[in-house]
C-alpha cells in the first residue's frame, strides 16, 4: 500500500516540477522577446524605445505586490515560532538587483538578445567570486575547474560569434555591451551571495517572503530613479 501511494505522489511532484520550469523559462523567454522587439523597433519618426529599465520598474512592482498577497493568505498558517528576516535585510541586495539588471537592459542597446544570454551563461563566474572573497564559502576542485572551462569557452565562442541582429540596433557597440553585462553579473553575484546568506542566518525564511520584499525594495529603487 505505501508503495502505491508513493507512486502517485511522485508523479505529482514530477508534473509540479515540469509546470514550475516551463513557467520559468516561457517567461524569461517572454521577457527576452519584448526587450529585444522594443529595442530594434522603430516608432514614428525614426524614434526608438529608450527606457528599457523602465522595464525592470514594473516588473519589481508587480511581483511585490503578487508575492504580498500569497503571505496574506499564508499569514494564518504561519508558525509563530518561525523566524523570518525583518524587511530591512534585503535592501542592500535589492539595490544590487535593481542596478544590475538595469544594465543587463541597456545593453541590449548595444548586443543582440542571444549574445547577452551567452554573456549570462558565466553567472556562476562572479557568484562563486564573490561567494569566496565576501562569505568566506569554498567549493571543490572540480566546481572551480568546471567554472574556468565554461568562463573561457563561453568567451573564446562570443568572440568568434555574429549575429544579424546586432545590424538592426541603433548604436551597436560590443565591447560596450559586454562591459554592461560584466557588471550585471558582478552585481547579481552579490545580491545571490547575500540572499544565501540570509537564508543561512534566518533558517526558517520563505522564499515567497523574499520575493515579496526583495522587489518592494527594487520597485522603490526603481521608481525613485524614474
Same mark, same amino acid.
Given at each position: 500500500?505505501? *508503495?502505491?501511494? %508513493?507512486?502517485?505522489?511522485?508523479?505529482? $511532484?514530477?508534473?509540479?516540477?515540469?509546470? +514550475?520550469?516551463?513557467?520559468?523559462?516561457?517567461?524569461?523567454?517572454t521577457q527576452g522577446?519584448?526587450? *529585444?522587439?522594443?529595442?530594434?523597433?522603430?516608432?514614428?519618426?525614426?524614434?526608438?524605445?529608450?527606457?528599457? *529599465?523602465?522595464?525592470?520598474? %514594473?516588473?519589481?512592482?508587480? +511581483?511585490?505586490?503578487?508575492?504580498?498577497?500569497?503571505?496574506?493568505?499564508?499569514?494564518?498558517?504561519?508558525?509563530?515560532?518561525?523566524?523570518? @528576516?525583518?524587511?530591512?535585510?534585503?535592501?542592500?541586495? %535589492?539595490?544590487?538587483?535593481?542596478?544590475?539588471?538595469? +544594465?543587463?537592459?541597456?545593453?541590449?542597446?548595444?548586443?543582440?538578445?542571444?549574445?547577452?544570454v551567452l554573456a549570462?551563461? /558565466?553567472?556562476?563566474? @562572479?557568484?562563486?567570486?564573490?561567494?569566496?572573497?565576501?562569505? &568566506?564559502?569554498?567549493?571543490? %576542485?572540480?566546481?572551480?575547474? /568546471?567554472?574556468?572551462?565554461? &568562463?573561457?569557452?563561453?568567451?573564446?565562442?562570443?568572440?568568434?560569434?555574429?549575429?544579424?541582429?546586432?545590424?538592426?540596433?541603433?548604436?551597436?557597440?560590443? @565591447?560596450?555591451?559586454?562591459l554592461l553585462c560584466?557588471? $550585471?553579473?558582478?552585481?547579481?553575484?552579490?545580491? $545571490?551571495?547575500?540572499?544565501? *546568506?540570509?537564508?543561512?542566518?534566518?533558517?526558517?525564511?520563505?522564499?515567497?517572503?523574499?520575493? /515579496?520584499?526583495?522587489?518592494?525594495? +527594487?520597485?522603490?529603487?526603481?521608481?525613485?530613479?524614474?
Amino acid at each position: 500500500m505505501a *508503495e502505491h501511494s %508513493a507512486s502517485p505522489n511522485r508523479l505529482a $511532484n514530477v508534473l509540479l516540477l515540469m509546470f +514550475c520550469v516551463s513557467g520559468i523559462y516561457s517567461a524569461y523567454l517572454t521577457q527576452g522577446i519584448v526587450s *529585444e522587439h522594443l529595442q530594434m523597433k522603430q516608432y514614428a519618426g525614426g524614434q526608438r524605445f529608450k527606457n528599457l *529599465e523602465a522595464l525592470n520598474g %514594473a516588473q519589481s512592482l508587480a +511581483c511585490f505586490l503578487w508575492a504580498y498577497v500569497i503571505l496574506l493568505f499564508q499569514s494564518r498558517k504561519e508558525k509563530s515560532n518561525s523566524q523570518l @528576516p525583518p524587511w530591512t535585510a534585503y535592501w542592500r541586495p %535589492a539595490l544590487t538587483n535593481t542596478i544590475g539588471p538595469a +544594465c543587463g537592459l541597456i545593453a541590449l542597446k548595444n548586443i543582440s538578445y542571444p549574445a547577452q544570454v551567452l554573456a549570462k551563461s /558565466c553567472k556562476m563566474v @562572479p557568484v562563486m567570486l564573490i561567494g569566496t572573497m565576501f562569505y &568566506g564559502k569554498r567549493y571543490s %576542485a572540480l566546481e572551480y575547474m /568546471c567554472m574556468s572551462m565554461i &568562463g573561457v569557452g563561453i568567451s573564446l565562442f562570443a568572440r568568434k560569434s555574429s549575429s544579424k541582429v546586432t545590424s538592426k540596433l541603433a548604436a551597436p557597440n560590443a @565591447p560596450l555591451g559586454y562591459l554592461l553585462c560584466f557588471i $550585471n553579473l558582478t552585481l547579481d553575484g552579490y545580491t $545571490n551571495a547575500y540572499q544565501d *546568506e540570509v537564508n543561512r542566518k534566518y533558517k526558517d525564511n520563505d522564499p515567497i517572503h523574499m520575493m /515579496c520584499w526583495m522587489n518592494f525594495w +527594487c520597485a522603490l529603487f526603481n521608481g525613485l530613479y524614474l
